[in-house]
């Protein structure tokens, strides 16, 4: 029988080319000069102590060591390493990652192998177009797409800091002036992204980008249409978007949209950010399109006295149900805002920092009715003329890059904590060679990695009555 001389740990570290057999060794004696490390040979420190301590000398990230620790060796895509995990959306993860060569931090979104239908490639690479042609310093800029085998990916810039919607959520509703200053940055971006023919159509907090100095950048323009090029829009006739910011045209005339509905979304957008409140508190999706359609939301001074009336009105201005009754372009919605909108200064995010796990998300009704709740699509199809899109609704389609939380403090330990999904850039990149695992082992691996739960059972009786037989 083999002796365990090596470990899946380092097998792993060493295939991928993050760790040298050099910083294995630096680690290693590093770990024997701790009084509180357990004594072991030099060779057989335990993987999880040797992860700490590679992690503590920055060699790899905490994400990296979890994956490493799990056989995981395929920590790239193309020249992008990634580093840790931002987020899980509807059309797919997204990764913190660093170029090989430039060393510049990245998001890289990447389209999931199960998902990875000619319709969606299709959809993928219509996004990456988009974004391409996009240059603003209120946009989240697109840096780079290809694939590593058959894994899409797009990379856009890296945004630290926070999103709106958590913003709100952990220090509660903004002043006038932050709201004023964030709301007047994502206009200027939204107004640049209309002057090319696009609308979002997916406008909410989740989607502007705050960064520790005040920057604002509107993100994940992924669902966004064209004004006059319907024909190649997969999503056109479609309601796409979030129940709590959706335009009454978006709910009755989805094909007919215009630029105004995203001043409508934006409007909501504002009201959330100076009332800790969507307009629409509560209830199903659908529920919430009948209001959009037939009601007025509380007067936002209810929940922030403070308002004046002249605000209040701007906000009343960007909500009107009809378009044409509406605000007519992004560029008067920032225009109107900038005598409210002040230097805000730094944003306090500190405390918004994260672990490399992102918390599951919260469940609806409840505390969560201040914010987006999670949709039932097929209640929507009664509201309006259009139908309702699954991949984009709720927060599919924001990425949160991109719409959640990006600062990715590192930590230790993830005690308590929900873990990433596992990456998979392949259909099989775990590391299953190795000395110490068996023939026999290495099948119900490789089973267990690429055979749905259901017929696992039967693989694995299958293998062994043959094994028997022979």
């Not at 992860?51 to 503590?56: G, S």
């Not at 990447?110 to 959809?123: G, H, Q, R």
């Not at 509660?172 to 709301?183: D, E, F, T």
Request: hydrophobic residues 40%; aromatic residues 6%.
């Amino acid at each position: 029988m083999p002796t365990a001389t090596r470990s899946l740990f380092r097998d792993a570290a060493l295939l991928s080319s993050l760790v040298t057999r050099a910083d294995i060794d630096a680690a290693v004696a590093l770990i024997q000069t701790d009084p509180e490390a357990p004594p072991a040979p030099l060779t057989l420190a335990p993987d999880a102590l040797l992860a700490d301590k590679l992690v503590d000398m920055e060699v790899i990230t905490r994400y990296q060591a979890d994956q490493l620790l799990a056989g995981r060796n395929k920590l790239n895509l193309g020249p992008y390493i990634i580093t840790d995990w931002i987020a899980q959306g509807g059309m797919g993860q997204v990764f913190k990652a660093e170029h090989k060569m430039m060393g510049r931090e990245s998001a890289v979104k990447v389209l999931p192998l199960n998902k990875s239908t000619p319709e969606a490639i299709a959809n993928f690479n219509r996004e990456i177009r988009t974004q391409a042609q996009l240059d603003h310093p209120n946009l989240v800029r697109a840096y780079d797409a290809g694939h590593d085998g058959n894994v899409y990916y797009l990379v856009v810039e890296y945004v630290p800091g926070t999103d709106l919607r958590r913003l709100v959520r952990s220090q509660g509703p903004l002043s006038v002036q932050q709201a004023a200053n964030i709301i007047m940055q994502a206009a200027r971006g939204i107004d640049y992204a209309h002057q090319r023919g696009l609308i979002h159509r997916d406008v909410k907090p989740g989607n502007i980008l705050v960064r520790p100095d005040g920057v604002a950048k509107v993100s994940d323009l992924g669902l966004a249409g064209f004004v006059d090029k319907a024909e190649n829009d997969p999503r056109a006739g479609k309601i796409v978007g979030t129940a709590d910011y959706l335009s009454p045209e978006q709910i009755l005339s989805p094909a007919e949209i215009t630029p105004t509905s995203d001043i409508y979304s934006l409007g909501c957008t504002l009201y959330y950010a100076v009332c800790g409140k969507v307009p629409f508190p509560g209830g199903t999706p659908a529920s919430k399109a009948k209001r959009h359609l037939e009601e007025t939301p509380w007067h936002p001074r209810r929940f922030a006295p403070e308002i004046s009336e002249e605000f209040v009105e701007l906000i009343a201005d960007m909500m009107e149900k009809k378009p044409d009754d509406r605000i007519q372009s992004a560029a008067e919605v920032a225009q109107r805002l900038e005598p409210w909108a002040s230097d805000i200064g730094p944003i306090r995010t500190q405390h918004l920092s994260k672990s490399p796990w992102t918390p599951p998300p919260l469940p609806t009704g409840g505390e969560d009715d201040a914010e987006e709740t999670n949709p039932g699509f097929a209640e929507f199809e009664d509201v309006g003329s259009g139908h309702f899109d699954p991949s984009s609704q709720g927060s599919d389609g924001t990425f949160p890059l991109l719409s959640g939380l990006q600062e990715t403090s590192r930590v230790r330990t993830n005690h308590g904590r929900r873990k990433p999904p596992i990456l998979l850039l392949s259909e099989a990149k775990t590391l299953i060679e190795s000395p110490t695992i068996t023939k026999s082992a290495a099948v119900v691996i490789a089973l267990a990695i690429a055979v749905p739960a259901a017929l696992l059972l039967g693989a694995i009786m299958g293998f062994l009555v043959g094994s028997v037989m022979n």
